[in-house]
């Protein structure tokens, strides 16, 4: 729907530009009778509408590219080109507008385009709308469900993350002391106990003696 949402608008845009460029030419009678259209008076007005309707090209062309700007643009120029149909449609066939034959049927062609466009801008835009909505409210529930069940990015979803221990390598408090390899022959039961010194040793006629006699 989107797709076509977007051919519409540069379809609708390309029209926007031609009739620009016709109102900028709004001076030249030679061109407006050539075409039995009806000529602007005075001629800046004209210029003035022609530039403000290429820059709503301008602004259709950028929401063909712009997927953030499709709707919007969408839904708003829709209403633009019905009241402009109307418009048309009135002023050439109930009005008096001094259109002869060729004229009037470029503004009745011109009007049937109009609301072409906006029969499908309107509700193309509305449906897009509903449908980007929903997937934003789905998108934000997985996201919720998600943080409830604590998924983490790494993880696949619905497996919940592990706890990592405190003494963990990748823990940033640990440190890891370097080991110390004893030399050969040193380690437990490889005491070596020296022999006691039998001089050192009091005797037993020096324990029982009178410390008084």
């Known amino acids: ?78 209403y633009v080109n019905l009241v402009s149909a109307l418009l048309v449609t009135v002023w050439t066939l109930f009005l008096d507008i001094p259109v002869q034959g060729v004229g009037k049927v470029w503004l009745l062609t011109l009007a049937a385009v109009l609301i072409f466009f906006a029969i499908v801008q309107i509700p193309a835009a509305k449906k897009v709308r509903l449908r980007e909505r929903q997937q934003a409210e789905l998108a934000t529930a997985e996201r919720e469900a998600g943080a409830a069940n604590g998924d983490s990015p790494n993880n696949e979803p619905g497996v919940p993350r592990t706890a990592r221990p405190n003494g963990s390598p990748a823990s940033p408090e640990y440190r890891r002391e370097p080991g110390i390899t004893p030399p050969p022959g040193y380690g437990p039961g490889t005491e070596v106990m020296p022999e006691p010194d039998p ?15």
């Open 199 to 213: 001089e050192a040793l009091p005797t037993a006629n020096h324990a029982r003696q009178n410390p008084h006699s």
């Open 1 to 78: 729907m989107k797709v076509l949402l977007r051919a519409v608008l540069f379809f609708d845009a390309l029209l926007d530009l031609l009739l620009g460029i016709l109102l900028l030419a709004s001076p030249f009678t030679t061109l407006y009778a050539a075409l039995q259209l009806p000529q602007p008076q005075p001629a800046l007005f004209g210029q003035l509408l022609g530039v403000a309707t290429i820059g709503l090209s301008w602004l259709l062309f950028q929401a063909t590219i712009n997927g953030q700007l499709t709707v919007a643009v969408a839904r708003t120029t829709g």
